[in-house]
């Protein structure tokens, strides 16, 4: 408030945005404007995005799977997220090409940042994915992916790596690529939480 920059993005972010993106100027500059008026303090805390998702999710509980979609999104893990943070996540995981999309679920397995995948990592995306499928959807699963280990089990035989071996992100990415059985596997599409978000672009 008062602040001259409240008002208007930055000619460096909205062409770094432009730039990494492909919305346009005027699409950008009301998104900002939306986007401050949710955020008056131009950020998302991990909390606000938590709320987000259990609004969306009253009968499942997402706040681990939200807690890691959070970590993913925060690029410079400040523990917010800023408009370039946010307009970045929603492009990559919305209308990117689908190799953003799987260097961004890389990031999201990745769940130390350490640049490999390992299998208890999955499991932990797994389990947290699991929460968020009603127990009515769970009996429909087939029986080799009908638990969280059953399911990181699955993934890593498709990938073909022993017990203790690590994903690298080219492993990963060329792994999902070339076999639809993993990307169907690891992928959980909140879809009512995108529709939801994409509500506030121009
Ligand atoms: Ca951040
Ligand atoms: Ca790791």
Same mark, same amino acid.
């Given at each position: ?29 009301? %998104? ?34 939200? *807690? ?31 190799? *953003?999309?799987?260097? %961004? ?34 009996? *429909? ?14 993934? %890593? ?37 995108? *529709? ?7």
């Amino acid at each position: 408030m008062g602040n001259s920059k409240s008002g208007a993005l930055s000619k460096e972010i909205l062409e770094e945005l432009q730039l990494n993106t492909k919305f346009t100027e005027e699409e950008l500059s009301t %998104w900002y404007q939306s986007f401050l008026k949710e955020c008056p303090s131009g950020r998302i805390t991990r909390q606000e995005f938590q709320t987000i998702y259990a609004k969306f999710f009253p009968e499942a509980d997402p706040k681990d799977y939200a *807690q890691h979609v959070f970590r993913s999104f925060d690029a410079n893990s400040d523990g917010t997220l800023d408009f370039k943070e946010y307009v970045i996540a929603l492009h990559m995981t919305s209308v990117g090409k689908s190799s *953003q999309k799987l260097e %961004w679920a890389f990031s999201l397995y990745d769940v130390d940042g350490n640049g490999t995948i390992s299998k208890n990592e999955v499991l932990e995306i797994i389990v947290a994915i699991f929460k968020m499928i009603s127990p009515d959807d769970v009996k *429909q699963l087939p029986d080799d992916e009908n638990t969280p280990e059953k399911r990181a089990e699955k993934i %890593w035989g498709f990938f073909g790596k022993k017990e203790d071996d690590k994903l690298t992100e080219k492993e990963f990415i060329e792994g999902t690529m070339s076999n639809k059985e993993i990307l169907r596997l690891i992928q959980f599409e909140p879809q009512k939480v995108k *529709q939801k978000l994409k509500e506030k672009k121009p």
